[in-house]
């Protein structure tokens, strides 16, 4: 992926997403916290894994054209928050964590692990340490920020050198100024903080920040007297403001982005004076330019990613890439890799090194010692040339020594873990240091025995023995979402409402027309024939009149004509389509299903029985419906807040449900009003959705878990009580997933209103239950994500799945397609036997008084198409002449002239004509 810019005013700026370098294997967690939670060295790549406490550690570079080897660091017992590379030790990380303390490790210079001791730990702080910062030209000098408390602390000595005043709320970022004289913080009080730590605890300059406390973060132009504030203004919108400190009373510039949800991460290159800004959660990262000279920020580009972001970091100047004149490589953290990102100034010649675009930078060698800068030293950092050419064939770097006092002048709690002082002195050595791949040890016990490394610190095995661990991989793992050629659209939609409530998916549809809610008052539906696509015309269309709001809709799977709506008036009303579709406007429905007292969330129809239908409403109340008779045969109670999803089991015989109230319940609605079982439900109550898988056997609940970050449980339907059997974290972003599964191919689509990626997972009823595959990526966000039946899919081009994308605008239609070799096959083992849901098996009468059935099965296999299974076996071609040819004897002459034949073939005939033999040239008289 290529984008273009300006750059410095006449250069240009690309950007380089190269898919090759994807560091793949990685098992990624977003913490609540401010951190970034991707760090870089010139040696190592740290990041927040989905184990707790627990950093994964990666080569920033590829040895040999080797796969990169991931690792994990088991460093604390809680939430690690931040984490920081020393700017003088490639090897020496910090890390912080929710458990209330700061450890120190250095991290192997080899390929070989060894011991997970830490280096040194600090603390306990008395509350969670949310942030770090190591000194920019000090060695062994950091400052950290816990509660409403920063301090500067002296590594070498293992004690704090000063204790800043308590600030008004939580510390929210720290930053040093480039010469390392002062230091920065932002706070939840709203408040922007300057300190000289060297004068004194009290802050020395203070302004009015950003007017929303939600994360902010603050960052040092350099050495100037600029500073970078980043927050959320008065009306939730994402904003950037420049200060000088000089005059810190208000901001010199400003820069707006959106009113996105994500906390805004920003990385700032001195050399370049490029501003990078990504938001976690989301698949958006802009470029900014910033000047001090005439305070301003500029955007130079935007890049959409593939997937989203976790966290970002920036590659220090000294290892990114001269030559191919990158001036800034960025590191998004995805829930699966760690995604390189290259910003680069395309020249004419790559052979030479280019000056222009890289000035001296700052080197890596400490510039003065703790007690030195601690006393009044400001000297700076040496520069040091990025040419190769005149760049040091060795980094020397300035490796950690921890103080030998006795352990007597140390507190307890900062007192070195090593009380052996010859252990002590060896910390710097690559034997007794740390370093890259593992596994979790929970999959892979028997390896960290045999191995003799400590527990939480395992090698990584090899691919095969890896996915001999991990299990199956799903065959579905290539699906490929590609959206279908222009002339299948309906295009020209208007005045569409896509604020639905959260239970509602949107639209709805069945395999002849789509239902699409209107913004008009009356609770207008509009009703479009998917046979006619194309344009809309300008002019208004009939419509369904409900009289009341739609709060949900959904069509009955045996009777393409009838649509049930419930309304915001606590109304469900069924309507009937003509055939042909809607010729004129309805404003009388087919019935009126009256019971509920207050607004109905939902409403389903039974997978079985004609004429059933069970909603949800705020009154706490399931009411299960024949239609026949139009009135309400049960009402399910038992909730004891707002009922946020429901779904019928498979064989129609259950019904079960997800409420507010933290609950998942299970109900026979023929035998009892009750629940016959209850478990734990999502911790989040901001949405939540509930279908079955596995045949019935196995709940999926999609909802929120206590930091806000959108989550899958798994329940096994014979034990609910017992809690979810597996869950996986999916992403942070405001809209509830809504889950879409494929009982055929036991595929789990899910995506959100107003997301821009469709999520694919297998269920398998085992370890580890959760089979990635690819996802889909759009490159706006959708309003509604909804399945078309299985017929609709075209087997011949492996279609296993079909669905309509709402754009404001537009429906777009969507095919899922497994790439196969032999797909002139039928792909039987894709494509089973699939139900014929489109028939009823019972009557409303005959469910009620408790009969049950089953659907019949068809096959997908069209009447000229053979299955794959049986396929002729390709023949092999035998490459080698029989052993006869060999073996028979053969004069000097035939070998010679063998010989010369198969020359002649390499190297082509002598007597053919050169193609230039063939050109005609120009007439003698042309010549002058």
Same mark, same amino acid.
């Given at each position: 992926?290529?984008?273009?810019?300006?750059?410095?005013?006449?250069?240009?700026?690309?950007?380089?997403?190269?898919?090759?370098?994807?560091?793949?294997?990685?098992?990624?967690?977003?913490?609540?916290?401010?951190?970034?939670?991707?760090?870089?060295?010139?040696?190592?790549?740290?990041?927040?894994?989905?184990?707790?406490?627990?950093?994964?550690?990666?080569?920033?570079?590829?040895?040999?054209?080797?796969?990169?080897?991931?690792?994990?660091?088991?460093?604390?017992?809680?939430?690690?928050?931040?984490?920081?590379?020393?700017?003088?030790?490639?090897?020496?990380?910090?890390?912080?964590?929710?458990?209330?303390?700061?450890?120190?490790?250095?991290?192997?210079?080899?390929?070989?692990?060894?011991?997970?001791?830490?280096?040194?730990?600090?603390?306990?702080?008395?509350?969670?340490?949310?942030?770090?910062?190591?000194?920019?030209?000090?060695?062994?000098?950091?400052?950290?920020?816990?509660?409403?408390?920063?301090?500067?602390?002296?590594?070498?000595?293992?004690?704090?050198?000063?204790?800043?005043?308590?600030?008004?709320?939580?510390?929210?970022?720290?930053?040093?100024?480039?010469?390392?004289?002062?230091?920065?913080?932002?706070?939840?009080?709203?408040?922007?903080?300057?300190?000289?730590?060297?004068?004194?605890?009290?802050?020395?300059?203070?302004?009015?920040?950003?007017?929303?406390?939600?994360?902010?973060?603050?960052?040092?132009?350099?050495?100037?007297?600029?500073?970078?504030?980043?927050?959320?203004?008065?009306?939730?919108?994402?904003?950037?403001?420049?200060?000088?400190?000089?005059?810190?009373?208000?901001?010199?510039?400003?820069?707006?982005?959106?009113?996105?949800?994500?906390?805004?991460?920003?990385?700032?290159?001195?050399?370049?004076?490029?501003?990078?800004?990504?938001?976690?959660?989301?698949?958006?990262?802009?470029?900014?330019?910033?000047?001090?000279?005439?305070?301003?920020?500029?955007?130079?580009?935007?890049?959409?990613?593939?997937?989203?972001?976790?966290?970002?970091?920036?590659?220090?100047?000294?290892?990114?890439?001269?030559?191919?004149?990158?001036?800034?490589?960025?590191?998004?953290?995805?829930?699966?890799?760690?995604?390189?990102?290259?910003?680069?100034?395309?020249?004419?010649?790559?052979?030479?090194?280019?000056?222009?675009?890289?000035?001296?930078?700052?080197?890596?060698?400490?510039?003065?010692?703790?007690?030195?800068?601690?006393?009044?030293?400001?000297?700076?950092?040496?520069?040091?040339?990025?040419?190769?050419?005149?760049?040091?064939?060795?980094?020397?770097?300035?490796?950690?020594?921890?103080?030998?006092?006795?352990?007597?002048?140390?507190?307890?709690?900062?007192?070195?873990?090593?009380?052996?002082? $010859?252990?002590?002195?060896?910390? #710097?050595?690559?034997?007794? &240091? =740390?370093? /890259?791949?593992?596994? @979790? *040890? +929970?999959?892979?016990?028997?390896?960290?025995?045999?191995?003799?490394? $400590?527990?939480?610190?395992?090698? #990584?095995?090899?691919?095969? &023995? =890896?996915? /001999?661990?991990?299990? @199956? *991989? +799903?065959?579905?793992?290539?699906?490929?979402?590609?959206?279908?050629?222009?002339?299948?659209?309906?295009?020209?939609?208007?005045?569409?409402? =896509?604020?639905?409530?959260?239970?509602?998916?949107?639209?709805?549809?069945?395999?002849?027309?789509?239902?699409?809610?209107?913004?008009?008052?009356?609770?207008?539906?509009?009703?479009?024939? =998917?046979?006619?696509?194309?344009?809309?015309?300008?002019?208004?269309?009939?419509?369904?009149?409900?009289?009341?709001?739609?709060?949900?809709?959904?069509?009955?799977?045996?009777?393409?004509?009838?649509?049930?709506?419930?309304?915001?008036?606590?109304?469900?009303?069924?309507?009937?389509?003509?055939?042909?579709?809607?010729?004129?406007?309805?404003?009388?429905?087919?019935?009126?299903?009256?019971?509920?007292?207050?607004?109905?969330?939902?409403?389903?129809?039974?997978?079985?029985?004609?004429?059933?239908?069970?909603?949800?409403?705020?009154?706490?109340?399931?009411?299960?419906?024949?239609?026949?008779?139009?009135?309400?045969?049960?009402?399910?109670?038992?909730?004891?807040?707002?009922?946020?999803?429901?779904?019928?089991?498979?064989?129609?015989?259950?019904?079960?449900?997800?409420?507010?109230?933290?609950?998942?319940?299970?109900?026979?609605?023929?035998?009892?009003?009750?629940?016959?079982?209850?478990?734990?439900?999502?911790?989040?109550?901001?949405?939540?959705?509930?279908?079955?898988?596995?045949?019935?056997?196995?709940?999926?609940?999609?909802?929120?878990?206590?930091?806000?970050?959108?989550?899958?449980?798994?329940?096994?339907?014979?034990?609910?009580?017992?809690?979810?059997?597996?869950?996986?974290?999916?992403?942070?972003?405001?809209?509830?997933?809504?889950?879409?599964?494929?009982?055929?191919?036991?595929?789990?689509?899910?995506?959100?209103?107003?997301?821009?990626?469709?999520?694919?997972?297998?269920?398998?009823?085992?370890?580890?239950?959760?089979?990635?595959?690819?996802?889909?990526?759009?490159?706006?966000?959708?309003?509604?994500?909804?399945?078309?039946?299985?017929?609709?899919?075209?087997?011949?081009?492996?279609?296993?799945?079909?669905?309509?994308?709402?754009?404001?605008?537009?429906?777009?239609?969507?095919?899922?397609?497994?790439?196969?070799?032999?797909?002139?096959?039928?792909?039987?083992?894709?494509?089973?036997?699939?139900?014929?849901?489109?028939?009823?098996?019972?009557?409303?009468?005959?469910?009620?008084?408790?009969?049950?059935?089953?659907?019949?099965?068809?096959?997908?296999?069209?009447?000229?198409?053979?299955?794959?299974?049986?396929?002729?076996?390709?023949?092999?071609?035998?490459?080698?002449?029989?052993?006869?040819?060999?073996?028979?004897?053969?004069?000097?002459?035939?070998?010679?002239?063998?010989?010369?034949?198969?020359?002649?073939?390499?190297?082509?005939?002598?007597?053919?004509?050169?193609?230039?033999?063939?050109?005609?040239?120009?007439?003698?008289?042309?010549?002058?």
């Amino acid at each position: 992926m290529s984008l273009t810019a300006t750059y410095n005013g006449n250069s240009h700026l690309h950007l380089y997403l190269q898919k090759k370098g994807w560091i793949s294997d990685v098992r990624t967690g977003s913490p609540a916290s401010c951190g970034n939670h991707i760090k870089a060295s010139c040696s190592h790549i740290a990041f927040n894994s989905d184990s707790t406490g627990v950093l994964g550690i990666v080569p920033l570079d590829v040895k040999n054209g080797h796969k990169r080897p991931v690792s994990q660091l088991s460093c604390h017992s809680d939430l690690v928050t931040d984490f920081d590379f020393s700017p003088f030790d490639d090897f020496l990380l910090a890390t912080c964590s929710a458990d209330e303390t700061v450890k120190l490790w250095q991290l192997s210079e080899s390929d070989q692990p060894s011991s997970s001791s830490a280096l040194g730990t600090f603390g306990p702080e008395g509350c969670q340490i949310e942030t770090l910062l190591f000194h920019p030209t000090a060695n062994n000098v950091m400052a950290t920020g816990a509660g409403k408390t920063a301090k500067v602390w002296n590594l070498a000595q293992q004690k704090p050198l000063a204790v800043l005043e308590p600030h008004g709320d939580h510390i929210q970022s720290l930053t040093w100024k480039q010469d390392g004289t002062l230091l920065g913080t932002s706070c939840k009080d709203k408040k922007l903080r300057i300190f000289d730590p060297r004068t004194g605890p009290a802050a020395s300059k203070s302004t009015q920040g950003h007017e929303n406390m939600k994360d902010s973060r603050l960052i040092w132009i350099g050495a100037s007297d600029y500073v970078l504030s980043f927050g959320y203004g008065q009306m939730r919108v994402r904003e950037v403001l420049l200060w000088d400190t000089r005059r810190f009373t208000t901001s010199v510039a400003s820069f707006t982005l959106d009113s996105s949800s994500g906390t805004l991460i920003p990385l700032y290159d001195l050399d370049s004076g490029l501003l990078v800004l990504a938001g976690k959660g989301e698949s958006v990262i802009t470029c900014c330019e910033v000047s001090t000279s005439t305070p301003s920020l500029t955007q130079i580009n935007q890049c959409l990613t593939e997937t989203k972001s976790r966290g970002v970091a920036l590659v220090p100047k000294l290892a990114v890439d001269v030559m191919a004149c990158e001036v800034v490589r960025v590191l998004q953290l995805t829930d699966g890799f760690v995604v390189p990102i290259s910003y680069t100034v395309p020249r004419k010649s790559v052979q030479e090194f280019h000056d222009d675009l890289f000035p001296d930078t700052a080197g890596n060698i400490a510039a003065a010692s703790a007690q030195d800068w601690w006393t009044g030293s400001n000297k700076q950092l040496e520069k040091v040339s990025l040419d190769p050419a005149k760049r040091q064939q060795k980094t020397i770097t300035c490796k950690l020594s921890l103080s030998t006092q006795t352990e007597g002048h140390l507190p307890s709690s900062l007192q070195s873990p090593y009380r052996d002082r $010859s252990e002590a002195s060896d910390l #710097s050595s690559p034997a007794s &240091s =740390l370093t /890259s791949p593992t596994t @979790p *040890s +929970s999959l892979i016990p028997s390896l960290s025995t045999t191995s003799g490394l $400590s527990s939480g610190y395992v090698s #990584s095995p090899s691919q095969k &023995s =890896l996915q /001999s661990i991990l299990g @199956p *991989s +799903s065959k579905f793992r290539h699906a490929q979402g590609t959206l279908l050629h222009r002339d299948t659209h309906i295009t020209n939609l208007k005045g569409l409402n =896509l604020t639905t409530p959260g239970e509602c998916d949107g639209f709805c549809l069945n395999r002849q027309r789509v239902a699409l809610p209107l913004l008009t008052t009356g609770g207008q539906i509009a009703v479009l024939e =998917l046979s006619k696509p194309g344009r809309l015309p300008d002019i208004s269309l009939p419509t369904i009149q409900n009289s009341s709001a739609v709060a949900d809709f959904c069509w009955d799977p045996f009777d393409l004509h009838r649509l049930a709506v419930a309304g915001e008036d606590a109304k469900i009303r069924l309507w009937r389509i003509p055939e042909g579709g809607l010729q004129e406007t309805l404003t009388e429905p087919e019935a009126v299903l009256r019971g509920h007292t207050e607004k109905i969330y939902s409403i389903k129809f039974h997978p079985l029985a004609a004429d059933i239908l069970a909603s949800s409403s705020y009154d706490m109340s399931v009411r299960v419906w024949n239609l026949v008779t139009g009135k309400e045969e049960q009402l399910l109670t038992g909730h004891s807040d707002q009922i946020l999803s429901l779904a019928w089991s498979p064989d129609g015989q259950l019904l079960a449900t997800v409420c507010k109230d933290g609950k998942v319940r299970l109900y026979d609605p023929r035998r009892s009003t009750k629940p016959v079982q209850e478990g734990p439900g999502p911790e989040g109550g901001r949405g939540a959705r509930v279908v079955w898988v596995c045949g019935g056997k196995y709940l999926l609940v999609s909802g929120f878990d206590s930091r806000s970050e959108r989550q899958l449980y798994l329940y096994n339907v014979e034990a609910l009580s017992e809690g979810p059997i597996s869950s996986i974290g999916i992403d942070v972003s405001p809209s509830t997933l809504i889950p879409f599964y494929d009982e055929d191919t036991s595929i789990i689509f899910l995506t959100g209103k107003g997301d821009t990626r469709v999520f694919l997972y297998e269920i398998i009823p085992e370890a580890p239950f959760f089979l990635d595959c690819n996802s889909f990526s759009s490159s706006d966000p959708h309003k509604g994500f909804i399945f078309l039946p299985k017929t609709e899919c075209n087997v011949k081009d492996v279609e296993f799945a079909k669905a309509l994308r709402l754009r404001q605008t537009a429906l777009e239609p969507i095919v899922f397609r497994v790439p196969r070799v032999k797909n002139e096959y039928f792909q039987d083992d894709l494509f089973p036997e699939t139900e014929v849901w489109w028939e009823p098996v019972l009557s409303a009468t005959a469910w009620l008084t408790g009969s049950n059935g089953k659907h019949k099965w068809i096959s997908l296999r069209p009447k000229d198409m053979i299955p794959v299974s049986e396929a002729p076996k390709d023949v092999p071609i035998r490459k080698y002449a029989p052993s006869s040819f060999y073996l028979e004897e053969k004069s000097d002459e035939q070998k010679k002239e063998e010989l010369l034949n198969a020359m002649v073939a390499k190297l082509g005939n002598r007597d053919d004509p050169l193609p230039q033999d063939a050109f005609e040239g120009v007439a003698e008289d042309e010549w002058d």
